[in-house]
């Protein structure tokens, strides 16, 4: 059962930012997961907590995906950054066989709650096992 994650909520920082006229505040989806899951377990769905970020601060959400055989660690912050703005982006580190390194970047400020990817759908969905049927050995 795939289930349904939900996240922790994250600190965005002990320092503060100098307001700027004309500029408010975002309001971002905030949160956390560390979990290993059988890759069968894919995709995966998550919902999240929100936090009031400080003036000038963008929205950011970073997902690691690394599967390892069948097991797949899944990492995810969401949150506030002082960091530019970054288009979505999904970069493969490695491919398989055996180990599989994916990542998804995203920080925006054109919107409250723009840091919204839900699950790992439209970064990675798992292929299906083959057996060792038509393969020479």
């Not at 920082?13 to 069968?40: H, N, W």
């Not at 963008?58 to 970054?86: F, S, W």
């Amino acid at each position: 059962d795939a289930g349904v994650l939900i996240l922790t909520c994250l600190s965005c920082g002990d320092g503060f930012a100098l307001p700027i006229p004309g500029v408010q505040a975002l309001e971002c989806k905030s949160g956390t997961i560390e979990a290993i899951k059988q890759a069968s377990d894919f995709p995966q769905h998550w919902t999240t907590g929100w936090k009031s970020c400080e003036t000038g601060e963008g929205c950011q959400e970073t997902v690691m995906i690394i599967k390892n055989g069948p097991q797949v660690t899944l990492i995810l912050t969401k949150g506030c950054t002082m960091a530019k703005d970054q288009e979505a982006r999904v970069t493969q580190h490695r491919a398989g066989p055996g180990l599989s390194i994916i990542s998804y970047t995203h920080v925006c400020r054109h919107r409250d709650f723009c840091n919204d990817l839900s699950t790992t759908a439209s970064i990675w969905a798992p292929t299906p096992a083959t057996g060792a049927r038509g393969r020479g050995c």
